[in-house]
């Protein structure tokens, strides 16, 4: 897990020069699926949250800035709701 934390780390810090493969290590470290190719990327599903946890990650060698900004903010939400989870709240 200490590589994920190290990616998420990197990942608040810049999103900036990430490819498909940082995201998929990132993204299958917190617990996403691949779930299918599309023809614009590889689609994530997180099995707790498919409601909301997914994400589409294009197939291009650096990806643009809000892929990162979109992953992050599914991220964040995903941490908040397992926290949350843990604490006793609703699933």
Known sequence: MASVDKLLRRLRQTRANWSPRDFRKLLTGFGFREIRETNHGTLYEH?????????????HNELKKWVGRDVLDILERLIAEQKKRRKGGNP
């Not at 099995?47 to 197939?59: G, H, L, S």
């Open 47 to 59: 099995p707790d949250y498919p409601e909301w946890a997914t994400v589409i990650v294009p197939r």
